[in-house]
């Protein structure tokens, strides 16, 4: 038997696609392989879409200087027609010709690739010719990844037009999810970014040599089930491994002084942000502000009417209008653009967490146990509100439907916070899901084991 000392180091290299919602699940991988002395080389798409990301990232290889750093240079991006995220996400699979020669050229020669979800169908095809196995990260839950892997059947079924909202999507037998939880591009005849990715990738992702998925067992024990007995896909499906919640890093701990959070009494601050990519629309943000005034809460807001940072220029007072900026000053911490999240849900003033449900944030209320008040704007976040409120996490106000959708009024979102900071058993249930999520990564823990035998098998190839 060899002993670790004996055992081979693997070298794995990352390769994140574009924004904060996909780059911090490889950021923290990647601290968690290298504390695991694997070797890591982190391969970095430039440009970044936004300044978050060229931050996070300097942060990262200051944090961690034994990680490798290559940088990925993309093709000019001409003619950007929709979300610039997405965008990019175009942009990577069409330069990826361009990753071969970096791939090969790395020294030690890499034992793994790990790469987003959204790069599968292009990644594939060159890790194939150079028989270099290749993982998937998938950033979102396990959920979601039910429906990614059967998105190609459905898209092919006529039986979805059929369907009431309310009425659950099946395949094979199986309960996917109801079809309002669909992210509408997905409905919508003819073509769109998210649909083409997801037909290309999701079709493709079977011939990976795995899914690591950044959840937990007891979080999303019947979707792991019903992906590891796997009757999604006609082909077999490679194994699908729960690593989460991938726990945050010291690095990612901000700059700002949260002086005021210290003045705060325990539990009673409401913290509010839609992660860093859904920019609400001005008159959704001054009913968002006049509704945290009237809760009479205590709360902490990060103001965003921008898809990217670097189109944040106008001041606080421009957006929300000066005299409710004055009501508002009173009453809670107010920031245009970012903050860093770690340090909020980590401050023991912050009870609750009006919350778009990123995967990302939805883990890391999980790992703070802060309870969520759902308000879902785009993608895969009904599907992942669905799975806050299902665990009691936290609530969801269904009627409010998707971002854009409608203007939700000041009355309601002050009720409803109301509720969510006064319900007692929710904070209790909350604070029990947190040490599910410890439990999880700690020491012989589901997500802990799951790494640590990939880490063992990479260490053989
Ligand atoms: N964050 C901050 N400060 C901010 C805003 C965000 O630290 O002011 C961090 C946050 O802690 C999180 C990340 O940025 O780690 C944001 O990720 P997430 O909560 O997942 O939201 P998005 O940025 O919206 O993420 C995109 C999609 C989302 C999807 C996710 C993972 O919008 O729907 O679940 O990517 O695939």
Redesign the pocket.
């Known amino acids: 038997m060899s002993s670790s000392s004996d055992r081979k180091l693997a070298h794995v290299a990352l390769l994140p696609s574009a924004?904060?919602?996909?780059l911090?699940p490889f950021l923290r991988l990647a601290a968690s392989l290298t504390l695991q002395n694997v070797n890591v080389t982190f391969i970095t798409p430039h440009p970044t879409v936004s300044l978050?990301e060229s931050q996070a990232l300097s942060q990262l290889f200051a944090s961690f200087p034994q990680i490798k750093h290559q940088q990925f240079h993309l093709l000019p991006l001409d003619n950007p027609l929709e979300d610039p995220f997405f965008e990019h996400f175009r942009l990577i699979k069409e330069s990826s010709h361009l990753l071969s020669p970096l791939l090969s050229a790395l020294s030690p020669p890499l034992t793994v690739f790990v790469t987003d979800m959204s790069l599968v169908s292009a990644v594939i095809p060159i890790t194939e010719a150079i028989s270099l196995p290749n993982y998937v990260l998938f950033?979102?839950s396990a959920k979601m990844l039910t429906l990614f892997l059967s998105y190609p059947t459905l898209d092919d079924s006529k039986a979805m037009d059929e369907l009431d909202e309310m009425d659950v999507v099946r395949i094979r037998g199986l309960e996917l999810v109801p079809k309002s939880l669909i992210p509408p591009p997905l409905l919508k005849k003819g073509n769109n970014i998210l649909k083409t990715c997801f037909l290309e990738d999701s079709k493709k992702v079977a011939e990976s040599s795995g899914i690591l998925v950044n959840t937990f067992e007891s979080f999303e024990q019947e979707s792991l089930r019903t992906l590891n007995d796997c009757q999604l896909l006609l082909k077999r499906l490679p194994s699908v491994v729960a690593i989460g919640p991938l726990p945050p890093c010291d690095f990612?701990k901000g700059q700002l002084q949260l002086s005021w959070l210290h003045d705060q009494p325990a539990g009673s601050v409401v913290y509010v942000?839609?992660?860093?990519?859904?920019a609400l629309s001005r008159e959704q943000v001054r009913e968002l502000g006049e509704g945290l005034v009237r809760s009479g809460r205590r709360f902490v807001w990060?103001v965003k009417d921008k898809k990217v940072d670097t189109e944040d220029n106008e001041g606080l007072e421009e957006v929300i209008g000066d005299e409710l900026m004055e009501r508002v000053k009173e009453k809670g911490l107010v920031v245009r653009?970012?903050?860093?999240?770690?340090d909020v849900l980590s401050h023991p003033a912050v009870g609750g967490f009006l919350s778009?449900?990123?995967?990302?944030?939805?883990t890391?209320a999980a790992w703070h146990g802060v309870r969520i008040l759902a308000w879902p704007q785009?993608?895969?976040?009904k599907v992942?509100a669905d799975i806050v409120e299902r665990i009691g996490l936290g609530t969801w106000v269904k009627s409010w439907g998707w971002g854009q959708e409608t203007v939700v009024n000041r009355a309601e979102i002050a009720e409803k916070i109301r509720e969510i900071m006064g319900n007692e058993s929710l904070r209790i249930q909350a604070l029990g899901i947190k040490e599910e999520a410890r439990k999880a990564v700690g020491s012989g823990g589901s997500s802990n084991k799951g790494l640590s035998e990939l880490i063992n098998i990479w260490s053989k190839f």
């Open positions: 924004g904060m919602g996909h911090t978050a950033t979102s990612e942000s839609f992660g860093s990519r859904t990060v653009g970012w903050l860093s999240q770690e778009h449900c990123g995967w990302n944030s939805v890391e785009h993608g895969d976040q992942n």
